[in-house]
């Protein structure tokens, strides 16, 4: 009984994948799409974080304002939103800066 052609073929196919650099090669790119997938879903969760933020900064009724008037410029909306998420998240070191600023003004006043 003759083999058949399909048999050989995978044969041939499982004795190159076996090779050490097919195996090298399909390790990297599973490395390389886990690490993809991995940043991805760090993107969206800064996505999720940045609009949160900036909510909690101004307040969601002060956002949609915001976000209204910004309808002519919408190509400034990423950095005003990640402006305003920066600023929430620094929020206690520009207060504190802050308080320095307006405290030394106070005191050069009362000279």
């Known amino acids: 009984m003759p083999a058949s052609p399909h048999t050989d073929a995978r044969a041939v196919?499982?004795?190159l994948l076996d090779l050490r650099p097919v195996r090298v090669i399909r390790l990297a790119f599973v490395v390389l799409r886990r690490d993809v997938n991995r940043m991805r879903s760090r993107l969206l969760l800064f996505?999720?974080?940045v609009w949160v933020a900036a909510g909690s900064?101004?307040?969601f009724e002060m956002l949609?304002?915001?976000l209204g008037g910004l309808i002519a410029v919408p190509e400034v909306l990423?950095?005003?939103l990640i402006a305003l998420a920066l600023a929430w998240y620094f929020r206690r070191g520009i207060r504190r800066?802050?308080?320095r600023?307006?405290?030394r003004r106070a005191h050069r006043?009362?000279?």
């Open 47 to 49: 996505s999720g974080w």
């Open 13 to 15: 196919r499982r004795a």
């Open 97 to 99: 800066m802050w308080r």
């Open 78 to 80: 990423p950095v005003v």
């Open 57 to 59: 900064l101004v307040g």
């Open 101 to 103: 600023t307006t405290s």
């Open 109 to 111: 006043r009362s000279r």
């Open 64 to 66: 949609e304002i915001l």
